[in-house]
């Protein structure tokens, strides 16, 4: 596909941008739901390719997923909810395609492990390297059969209709999605799942809160009260209705925007409380010059097109990094981003990408061993690969807000977590009301 022309910012912006659901919550939902006794109903899914790629490998277990039209005002406009019907037990003797979905690689061998015969899980080219040695390993030691490519996809999980389960102990310091695996499927084990952890600290924790609170609201007891160790007790999974919360890290473009182009960006539906990283977007924002208001409306960001950087530990909230990288370099001051050495292993090794795209249009920028320093410098226009990861396609709209000549490569990886982020972005920089995605 041809490069997308990021367009420039005209003047102030006064945008509300209706964001679609958390895929870290989809996902989750959808797992739990396919693991449940009875049938659950999921509001305001998100549908992009890492939820449909998820619904589609559960489809594949024998799952049924079904689009029901919303009751009633849904925040997430007038999006078709999920209702997902478990079946007796999971049908074993198919083959998943993982996309590069993180969420949908590290989860769904924890849960074909429950099947009834042998699962084969594959997919793009850049997930074959993608980590996953731990979950490998542990299924294992909890006396599941798995082949694999060395710690990577391709894997073939050896359904055997139930997993003794027992205590684990892995070193996740490369992906808080290897925790979360074993935990999501871990009730519905005979023993239960204990996982310790053993290593350098596990990242991007605020996921793995996520999984224990989402796992709660199905029923499940779990024990999360020592420091690296979770445990789910063995028991059925309840039925599901909850709605999705928007995105935030999504939000961390359109939120970015107001700073960097100066005026107002709206997120209605913003939560009061969440699990969710991308929440730190606040502090950030708020620490790089923003005005940030939180209410029962949703969340306000009023900037003034003057914006300085920032100093900070993203290990927590490491998704964020392309969007925080991407306003460091239009900040007028030094930022360094530490912390977030994991991300090499993420949808593209992020820290080497994002040196060399930011700094292909003139941003100074050295790679340190777990981060990245930027120091301001006039930027130029130039062509920003995104080596097939969503968040350096929307870290290049950033930068073309207010850099003329930036083309994006490839805008559409942006469907692995956001259905139609060119029309949100062209719809906020008109500004011309409310932005509704048809998701
Ligand atoms: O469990 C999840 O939904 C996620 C966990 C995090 O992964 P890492 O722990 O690999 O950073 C995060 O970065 C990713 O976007 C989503
Ligand atoms: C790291 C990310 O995704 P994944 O779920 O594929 O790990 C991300 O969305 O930034």
């Known amino acids: 596909m041809p490069d997308w022309a990021a367009p420039v910012a005209s003047g102030p912006l006064d945008a509300t941008v209706v964001l679609p659901g958390s895929k870290s919550l989809t996902n989750r939902y959808l797992v739990l739901a396919a693991l449940a006794t009875e049938r659950s109903r999921l509001r305001a899914p998100l549908r992009s390719r890492d939820t449909l790629l998820m619904a589609d490998a559960l489809r594949s277990l024998g799952v049924r997923i079904d689009d029901v039209a919303p009751e009633g005002e849904a925040v997430g406009g007038d999006v078709p909810d999920w209702v997902v019907t478990p079946p007796e037990t999971l049908t074993g003797d198919v083959s998943i395609d993982c996309g590069l979905a993180g969420t949908v690689m590290r989860f769904l061998p924890a849960v074909a492990a429950l099947a009834d015969g042998p699962v084969r899980l594959d997919g793009d080219p850049q997930a074959r390297v993608r980590p996953m040695g731990p979950v490998i390993d542990a299924l294992r030691a909890l006396g599941v059969d798995v082949d694999d490519g060395g710690g990577h996809l391709p894997v073939t999980v050896g359904g055997r209709g139930r997993v003794r389960g027992g205590s684990v102990t892995m070193d996740a310091s490369a992906s808080s999605q290897f925790v979360s695996a074993l935990l999501l499927a871990g009730a519905r084990y005979d023993e239960g799942i204990t996982v ?98 939180l209410d029962r409306s949703g969340l306000t960001v009023v900037g003034s097109g003057e914006l300085v950087g920032i100093d900070i530990d993203l290990h927590d909230a490491a998704e964020l990094t392309p969007t925080v990288a991407a306003l460091a370099a239009l900040a007028s001051t030094p930022t360094w981003i530490r912390g977030v050495a994991h991300i090499r292993g993420h949808e593209t090794d992020r820290l080497a990408a994002l040196t060399a795209e930011l700094g292909g249009v003139g941003a100074h920028v050295t790679e340190t061993e777990d981060g990245l320093r930027i120091t301001p410098a006039p930027l130029h226009g130039g062509r920003f690969r995104t080596y097939h990861d969503h968040r350096m396609a929307t870290a290049g709209a950033i930068i073309g807000l207010r850099v003329p000549g930036v083309h994006v490569e490839d805008i559409d990886t942006t469907r692995k977590t956001l259905p139609d982020f060119v029309g949100l972005w062209q719809g906020m920089l008109e500004g011309t009301g409310p932005v509704v995605l048809a998701r």
Not at 221 to 230: A, Q, Y
């Open 196 to 293: 310790h952890h053993d290593g350098k600290p596990v990242p991007s924790e605020p996921h793995i809160l996520m999984t224990v609170e989402t796992l709660r609201d199905a029923g499940a007891i779990v024990d999360d009260s020592e420091p690296n160790t979770w445990r789910v007790e063995p028991s059925e999974i309840n039925a599901l209705d909850v709605s999705v919360e928007p995105d935030l890290s999504n939000a961390g473009p359109f939120v970015a925007a107001a700073l960097v182009v100066g005026g107002t960006v709206r997120v209605p539906g913003w939560p009061q409380h969440t699990t969710q990283a991308g929440d730190l977007l606040r502090e950030i924002l708020d620490t790089m010059g923003a005005d940030v208001r």
